[in-house]
């Protein structure tokens, strides 16, 4: 049973660029969320998926951002005209959809992926 | 509005010394998750613990425990023995019902050292 696995780890890219990182959640796992931590923070939360729809948007979310998760499985995180306050580790976690509605799962996340805006 | 609050930044410790981790959370939900997850140097958050907010007995698992207070709004975290590879930062998330969104605090970093 292999975990969450995000691509690529790390990433240096010039102000200006677009760079898109790819998460495979574990392959039970229907949903499916990206988190941003900043150094000496803890992670906080983008938005997520249940299967292909995204079901919520964080305000941190700005226009430049743009998640998909096109079949359900694998997702994509796009930021474009990158800044450089946008330099921080992009973290991934997925997780069961709770038996019991409104019950939260436990998510598992991957290794993240260190984005470095020069 | 929801909050975790982790007011120790750092903790030092020499090998085979218990440590507690002090976590204190604020929401006015009823219904509410509590977790802790530890992370590594290698950056992956590794989950530890899930609790929800009507289970307060305490849990051991090893040489870890878990101290569930509503009257205090905290979810304690204690290491028992702790050796050097218990070295990692350490988060307390919270998550309400009926969302996914994980809230977390700004974690204690830990160092056991030999």
């Known amino acids: 049973d292999t975990g969450v696995s995000q691509d690529p780890r790390h990433k240096i890219t010039k102000r200006g660029q677009n760079v898109t990182f790819r998460c495979d959640p574990i392959?039970?796992?229907?949903?499916l969320y990206w988190y941003r931590q900043t150094l000496g923070q803890g992670p906080e939360f983008l938005t997520y998926?249940?299967?292909?729809?995204?079901?919520?948007k964080s305000r941190l979310l700005s226009d430049r951002f743009s998640a998909e998760r096109p079949k359900g499985s694998f997702s994509t995180l796009e930021i474009q005209r990158t800044e450089q306050g946008d330099s921080a580790m992009y973290l991934c976690?997925?997780?069961?959809?709770?038996?019991?509605?409104?019950?939260?799962?436990?998510?598992?996340f991957g290794p993240g992926t260190r984005l470095t805006v020069l | 509005a929801q909050k975790v609050t982790q007011a120790q930044t750092e903790i030092s410790v020499v090998e085979k010394e218990d440590v507690t981790l002090d976590c204190v959370y604020e929401?006015?939900?009823?219904?509410?998750?509590l977790f802790w997850y530890k992370q590594p140097p290698s950056g992956e958050l590794v989950f530890l613990i899930r609790?929800?907010?009507?289970?307060?007995q305490n849990e051991i698992s090893g040489r870890y425990s878990w101290n569930f207070q509503k009257s205090t709004s905290s979810f304690n975290f204690t290491i028992t023995a702790s050796q050097v590879v218990d070295s990692a930062v350490y988060f307390c998330?919270?998550?309400?019902?009926?969302?996914?969104?994980?809230?977390f605090g700004t974690g204690t970093r830990l160092q056991v050292f030999p």
């Open positions: 976690a997925s997780s069961l959809t709770p038996r019991l509605a409104g019950n939260t799962d436990t998510q598992y």
């Open positions: 392959s039970e796992h229907n949903r």
């Open positions: 998926f249940q299967n292909e729809a995204q079901l919520e």
């Open positions: 929401t006015r939900d009823t219904t509410y998750y």
């Open positions: 609790r929800n907010s009507f289970d307060e």
């Open positions: 998330a919270l998550s309400k019902h009926n969302t996914d969104k994980l809230i």
